[in-house]
T-cell receptor
Framework: AQTVTQSQPEMSVQEAETVTLSCTYD???????LFWYKQPPSRQMILVIR??????QNATENRFSVNFQKAAKSFSLKISDSQLGDAAMYFC???????????????FGPGTRLSVLP | DTEVTQTPKHLVMGMTNKKSLKCEQH?????MYWYKQKAKKPPELMFV???????INESVPSRFSPECPNSSLLNLHLHALQPEDSALYLC?????????????FGSGTRLTVV
């Protein structure tokens, strides 16, 4: 079974600065997908960025970018020019291309709570 | 429409009550999910409904009962809940259970069992 680890339960960053959130995962699959989701206090989980394992190029979405190291099974999220609205819980997630017997193919990490200081 | 709509947003119920949570999407997604989330924890999968088939996490107690009236709606019926069932209940949808699609989540129902 796949596992996702986020070693930083909490982090803080000064407004306008850059912060990197860590994520590592364990899998024996060669084809999979990785995601970062953001959950602000409003509760809704919002997709931040998606990476396909077969693509070597790191995904970017505006101020958000990832450092995907497939051999090291690492998938960190970099937030540039941090804004107050970036304060949230961030979940790293792994998705297998095929579900298990229970229809499950999404594994979430434990989350990192990011605070943005003015 | 690119949203998953959940109602109600908040619910307080007694342990003898029967209530239902509603989830709706009009994106043509073929898979819908119910998750339970405790504070400061990741979501935990409860049910998956895809291609007219329901999959159940065996650890979910029978006091939770999903219902899928059509491909756009996924309800969660609640009966005889316990205080430990108080949590945020999230609904999500995906284009399919196969492939690399992400989930679109609703804003959740905050459930308190008293």
């Amino acid at each position: 079974a796949q596992t996702v680890t986020q070693s930083q339960p909490e982090m803080s960053v000064q407004e306008a600065e850059t912060v990197t959130l860590s994520c590592t995962y364990d899998t024996s699959e060669s084809d999979y997908y990785l995601f970062w989701y953001k959950q602000p206090p409003s509760r809704q989980m919002i997709l931040v960025i998606r990476q396909e394992a077969y693509k070597q190029q790191n995904a970017t979405e505006n101020r958000f970018s990832v450092n995907f190291q497939k051999a090291a099974k690492s998938f960190s999220l970099k937030i540039s020019d941090s804004q107050l609205g970036d304060a949230a819980m961030y979940f790293c997630a792994y998705r297998s291309p095929l579900p298990d017997n229970y229809g499950q193919n999404f594994v979430f990490g434990p989350g990192t709570r990011l605070s943005v200081l003015p | 429409d690119t949203e998953v709509t959940q109602t109600p947003k908040h619910l307080v119920m007694g342990m003898t009550n029967k209530k239902s949570l509603k989830c709706e999407q009009h994106m043509g997604h073929r898979a819908m999910y119910w998750y339970k989330q405790k504070a400061k924890k990741p979501p935990e999968l409860m049910f998956v409904y895809s291609y007219e088939k329901l999959s159940i996490n065996e650890s979910v107690p029978s006091r939770f009962s999903p219902e899928c009236p059509n491909s756009s709606l996924l309800n969660l019926h609640l009966h005889a809940l316990q205080p430990e069932d108080s949590a945020l209940y999230l609904c999500a949808s995906s284009q399919g259970v196969r492939g690399g699609y992400g989930y679109t989540f609703g804003s959740g129902t905050r459930l308190t069992v008293v």
